[in-house]
C-alpha cells in the first residue's frame, strides 16, 4: 500500500484548490495538491517536497484533515492542514490553482468539479475554514 499525501493550503479563510490536468478521467477537476509519498519519506517531507515541485512554494504543514481515503490501485490517500510559509503559487504541473471560500468549495462539489476522493472531505474541509 502507498500512500499520497495532499495539502489543504489555507489563507484568509480560502482553500487552494489545483486543476488536474491529467490523466484524462479527471483533467478539469479540482484537487487539493499533493502526490505520492516515496520509500522511507517521510509524510511531511513528502508533501513539503511536491507542493514545492507543483506550486514552487514552501508551507508548514499542521495537522490530518479528515479520515484517509482509500484509493483505487492499493494507494492510500491523506490530507494535512498547511499554510504558506513562502512563495505565491503557481501551477507548474497543473492547468490552474485558485483560492475558494467555503460556499464556493461546496457549490463545486455539488457540481461535481472536486476529483471524486478529494470530495469525501467536504464536510471536513468547510470545518477547516471557519477554524481559520
Ligand atoms: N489524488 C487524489 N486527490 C488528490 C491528490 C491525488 O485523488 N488531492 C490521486 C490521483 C492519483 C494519485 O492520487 O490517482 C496520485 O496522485 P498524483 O498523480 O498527483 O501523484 P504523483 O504526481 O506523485 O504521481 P505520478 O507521478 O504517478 O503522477
Do not use: C, F
Not at 21 to 37: C, F, T
Not at 53 to 61: N, T
Not at 100 to 124: C, F, I, Q, T
Amino acid at each position: 500500500m502507498k500512500t499520497v499525501v495532499a495539502a489543504a493550503i489555507v489563507r484568509d479563510q480560502k482553500l487552494l484548490l489545483a486543476q488536474r490536468s491529467y490523466p484524462d478521467d479527471v483533467a478539469g477537476l479540482w484537487e487539493l495538491p499533493g502526490g505520492k509519498v516515496e520509500d522511507g519519506e517521510a509524510v511531511s517531507v513528502a508533501l513539503e517536497r511536491e507542493i514545492a515541485e507543483e506550486l514552487s512554494v514552501r508551507i508548514g504543514i499542521g495537522r490530518g484533515v479528515g479520515e484517509p481515503v482509500v484509493l483505487r490501485d492499493n494507494l492510500i490517500l491523506v490530507a494535512r492542514h498547511a499554510w504558506l510559509v513562502e512563495g505565491e503559487p503557481v501551477a507548474v504541473e497543473h492547468s490552474a490553482v485558485t483560492w475558494v471560500s467555503a460556499g464556493e468549495l461546496g457549490a463545486m462539489a455539488r457540481a461535481g468539479e472536486l476529483v471524486p476522493a478529494d470530495a469525501v472531505w467536504l464536510d471536513d474541509l468547510v470545518a477547516l475554514l471557519g477554524e481559520s
